[in-house]
């Protein structure tokens, strides 16, 4: 039963660590949702306190 546990506490953290991507000059919401294979509606709703329409050259942007 131990094991289990152990297995399924990886399995949990694995699944709810956050990454971020830091915006490059060029960068779009679409194209960094495109690289990451994300939709946009997904990525927007990672990112809700950010404005789509206006990111900018060193912004962190969650894509996981």
Do not use: H, W
């Not at 949702?33 to 990525?43: D, I, S, V």
């Amino acid at each position: 039963a131990c094991s289990n546990l152990k297995y399924l506490m990886f399995f949990f953290t694995e699944d709810i660590e956050q990454k971020y991507y830091v915006v490059k000059k060029g960068d779009t919401f679409g194209k960094i949702a495109q690289k990451y294979n994300l939709t946009q509606p997904q990525l927007k709703k990672l990112n809700t306190g950010i404005n789509v329409n206006s990111i900018r050259i060193g912004q962190q942007v969650r894509i996981k």
